[in-house]
């Protein structure tokens, strides 16, 4: 699998945007990015996924480089419940497929301050 | 809406003992995902089953086992339990037929701690 990199950690205050960078320069014409965050004591959680197109949905919105090396989760307005590991992983869907596990590397720590 | 559900939520053993983790995905899903997490660690992937059949291994120890049954809900059976297998065992699931990219949903992970 192509390799992710992200910052270790981030800090953001409350009510303002966030803007959580990875790097993927080894990304796959059909790999798509997906972003997971994990909360404190609970199992991961999906937050958003594209492939070449900005997306978005009501938790975030995913903005993609335009050569896909690279892409931005935006949250647009923090509160302390986003405080968590955010991660941002690749998942082929040719060679790998839905059923494939994901592979999660090391993810953002977001500290949220009120 | 149902979630994934996971049981025992806790569970404590002793060195070389066995243990069996159970998995319930939501209704219509078709996959299920073992994921082991260590104290202070990220999720690792363990095994995967689509339809029943294993579908893709990850870092899963030969003295783990897993399956999935009729009902879709899976199981992991870990035996020779070693103090290192203390962790946060998460199962996914998702609905992955006609759609490559579905997105995983996880339950709230069985605890498992050796002594």
């Known amino acids: 699998d192509a390799k992710t990199t992200q910052p270790n950690s981030m800090e953001s205050n409350e009510e303002e945007p966030v803007h959580l960078p990875c790097n993927h320069s080894t990304i796959s014409g059909t790999d798509y990015i997906h972003w997971y965050r994990q909360l404190p004591s609970q199992g991961p959680e999906y937050v958003i996924h594209?492939?070449?197109s900005n997306v978005n949905n009501r938790m975030a919105s995913l903005a993609i480089a335009e050569d896909r090396k690279s892409s931005t989760l935006i949250l647009h307005r923090a509160t302390l419940r986003d405080a968590a590991v955010y991660y941002c992983i690749l998942r082929d869907v040719v060679t790998g497929g839905g059923a494939d596990g994901l592979t999660f590397g090391k993810g953002t720590h977001l500290i949220i301050q009120p | 809406a149902a979630g994934v559900i996971q049981s025992p939520r806790h569970l404590i053993k002793e060195k070389r003992e066995t243990a069996t983790l159970k998995c319930y995905p939501i209704p219509r899903h078709d996959t299920v995902y073992w994921y082991q997490q260590g104290p202070g660690q990220d999720p690792q992937f363990l095994i995967s089953f689509y339809e029943k059949m294993q579908s893709d291994k990850g870092s899963i120890p030969d003295r783990f086992s897993a399956q999935q049954f009729s009902d879709y809900h899976s199981e992991l059976n870990m035996s020779s339990l070693e103090l290192g297998d203390s962790a946060l065992y998460f199962c996914?699931?998702?609905?992955?037929?006609?759609?490559?990219?579905?997105?995983?949903?996880f339950g709230e992970g069985s605890r498992l701690t050796v002594l």
């Open positions: 594209g492939l070449t």
């Open positions: 996914a699931s998702s609905f992955v037929l006609g759609e490559l990219t579905g997105e995983l949903f």
